[in-house]
């Protein structure tokens, strides 16, 4: 075969005019074995072979085709060739390139590869669009929370001042526990607005703040001990969580008022499932007295039922409340 053959990297076999093989490059023959000698030993299609060596020899240029490779599996495609008749004295004979299937992807990766840019393109322009909607619904929950927490506070102080200008002692004492609650629900939203995550806040935090309003609520000089993990709440569960121990802490300090009184307030988290226990070293109190300490316990249940827990009261040098619940999407707060 001519020296240019071996710039060829593809297979290229050159028939005689009666299907014999007369050459054939490196390629080809380690593509169809160095003993192939007709053209039944490179190709399964004789018919379609006819026609494309018939049109190559009215075309002074290489014709295209595709065939069938001897040996090729039914799932293999047919093999793209080029056939280029060559005349030498007075002979005609066929050389046949097996076209470069890894050449031929090429104009189809190209494609590929726009589609996937334009899909990359328009993917950015959207996230591009989400990132802007959600900056944005990120100022107007702030600005709610802002508008909340303006709200509560003016709330509260209506509350203050009602109670300042009554003397009526019952009303006062139902002011007093309505700005309790309400004080909760305050310091809770506070926390809550104050969090970079919208998502929820720091236990240990609201629990802390809350005993600091119970305490000056109270008008007694009285010591509230908080020992809390640093767990991150859910939003939904804040809420009823300040409440309860907003009533549990007001309960323990009015009942352990007096010299040498004590009140803790104990909260961990173990697996799914977390405790709160408040403790005072006051007389203790019966659960099933009527009164306002029983209207208070009855929310703190019913509280407690809200949250998927259940509230246990016992005496044990003082009055002992422990609340237990599930706590599944906590997490501990960075250090």
């Not at 290229?12 to 007709?38: C, H, K, L, Q, Y």
């Not at 053209?39 to 060596?53: C, H, T």
């Not at 009285?222 to 993990?229: D, S």
Request: aromatic share 4%.
């Amino acid at each position: 075969m001519h020296p240019i053959s071996r710039l060829i990297r593809e297979p290229v076999v050159v028939f005689a005019g009666d299907g014999r093989v007369i050459d054939m490059n490196r390629p080809a023959r380690a593509r169809f074995g160095e003993s192939a000698e007709t053209w039944r030993e490179v190709f399964a299609d004789l018919d379609g072979l006819q026609n494309l060596l018939e049109r190559a020899s009215g075309s002074a240029d290489p014709v295209l085709g595709a065939l069938r490779l001897a040996g090729a599996v039914p799932a293999e495609p047919d093999a793209k060739v080029e056939a280029l008749a060559l005349r030498q004295d007075g002979e005609i004979s066929y050389a046949v390139k097996l076209r470069d299937i890894v050449g031929d992807q090429f104009p189809a990766l190209t494609a590929q590869v726009r589609e996937l840019n334009a899909e990359i393109h328009v993917r950015r322009r959207v996230q591009a669009e989400l990132e802007e909607s959600l900056a944005h619904n990120k100022v107007l929950y702030r600005e709610l929370q802002h508008r909340v927490k303006n709200h509560l506070q003016m709330i509260l102080a209506l509350v203050s001042t009602a109670g300042r200008e009554s003397e009526d002692p019952g009303r006062k004492q139902f002011v007093k526990m309505l700005q309790s609650k309400l004080s909760a629900l305050f310091d809770a939203q506070r926390l809550m607005y104050s969090e970079e995550s919208a998502h929820g806040l720091r236990v240990d935090q609201m629990l802390s703040a809350l005993a600091e309003t119970v305490q000056s609520l109270a008008g007694v000089r009285i010591a509230i001990q908080v020992r809390a993990e640093p767990v991150i709440a859910p939003n939904d569960l804040a809420f009823p969580l300040a409440l309860i121990a907003n009533e549990l802490l007001t309960n323990a300090v009015k009942y352990a008022a007096g010299e040498g009184a004590e009140v803790s307030l104990d909260f961990v988290c173990s697996g799914d499932q977390a405790v709160m226990t408040v403790r005072d070293n006051g007389p203790g109190f019966a659960p099933t007295a009527a009164g306002p300490t029983s209207s208070g316990l009855g929310l703190v249940r019913g509280l407690c039922r809200q949250i998927g827990g259940h509230l246990v009261i016992q005496s044990d040098g003082g009055a002992v409340a422990v609340v237990s619940f599930p706590l599944p999407e906590a997490s501990h707060a960075p250090s």
